[in-house]
């Protein structure tokens, strides 16, 4: 059976992930067998309404066959999770028994009062069709078309307030790692730490960020901000992000911190460009997140607030693409590019004024620019030429020569060809990094062996 649960957290405190953290510890003490990891599925990042980063959670209960894996630890104690499930076998009371415990968590855990936190929860005994997760990360989906899909998969829901949290809940569900996926491990405070600023050693965060080549966006080294650490008062101490389990099992020992009380390890989609559509100018909506390859038909501009607005132009139309502010150093790459360059932009869209909101870039190809460096020389006197004022060409005061052409060079361009992106302080959760780009084909951990030396018998597992 799979579980999905969305939109209990608000900007003052809360956290879905926190919810199947409790969730996942009373069910596994109930005797029942988690499959697989839990996984954070993050949906469109341009939805207006959205509480923070519209990530929704859901993971699979049964009865655990196959290999053990250890998805989390709660005081020094494993949690335990199987590879595969034993045929569905929940008897009726079982079903309502888990119904009871998620709507008494989700009730007590959710902040209710908040009036952009609508919760819901959904449980289904299959997986909806992929395209019920492409249709919620790339476009809008109502409350209705989710009741539509679980009604029709037999499901039991519930939607609290205006119901929107079932949205997540069932897309999160329906999500499938086909072509790419990420993890991310989680750790939580003590309950007393709450509220209070977190305790982080940052010199830790840096080190084993570079112990461990498979993990991305911990730290921006350009703003100096510790990427692991969120800013709002929900009970996350840190989560690091990284593309092989084995190595996110260790980081945790390598962050000097406050306390952790608990950490879970999630699957998730985080990194993996999932949100972003090819488009051509004319077919791009508001709130969509596209990919459009043009040519620059107008110079980088600075606005007001420090953003930096192009505009890109392709067979079928025009759009701006703007680098906003909190992109930082982005900018200035931006800023050096020229009317004629050949780009493929990578961002989501803002409805006004429609703009495309950078989050990458592919330079493929940069124009030639002449510069004038000074005025022609007379070929029979040898003297400068005076300008006859602007666009009449030049004139000899000696000899009366004339000449249009003065004397130019070829300018070096400032900007190199290929990949920039947004520094990691203002990186998307959905945006897939460079890194993560250059390592495909390299998926193995070049650090197991170096780290397993460095925590002997420290790693608590459940196989
Ligand atoms: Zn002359």
Redesign the pocket.
Known sequence: MWIGIDDTDSRDGGCTTYVANILIQQLIDQNIDVIGYPRLVRLNPNIPWKTRGNGAISFQIGKGIGTKITIGETNHRPLCGYTSAARDSFTDEEIRNVQHLLETIIEDQARMTDENTNPGFVMLSHQPSLTVYEHAVHEIMTVTDCTTVIDKGKGIYKGYKNGRGLIGATASIAWVANHDKTYELITYRQKAAWGTPRSIDEQSVQEMDAAFPLTFDNYDYENNHNRIMPNSPCPILYGIRGDSVTELQQTYQWVRSEPVSSWLLFETNQGTDDHLQRKPIKDIHPWQSVIVDGVISHNPDTIKGGHVVFRLQDTTGEIDCIAYEPTKQFRTRIRLLKKGDHVIVYGGVRKHPLTVNLEKIKITHLVSIDEKIENPV?P??G?HMKSRGKNQGFK?I??G?KSTTPVIQRKTREINMGWHEVPVCARRHLSKPLKRMKMKGDKQSSSDVKNRERSPNNTRSCS
Do not use: E, I, W
């Open positions: 007379c029979h006197c003297k000899c000696v000899c020569t």
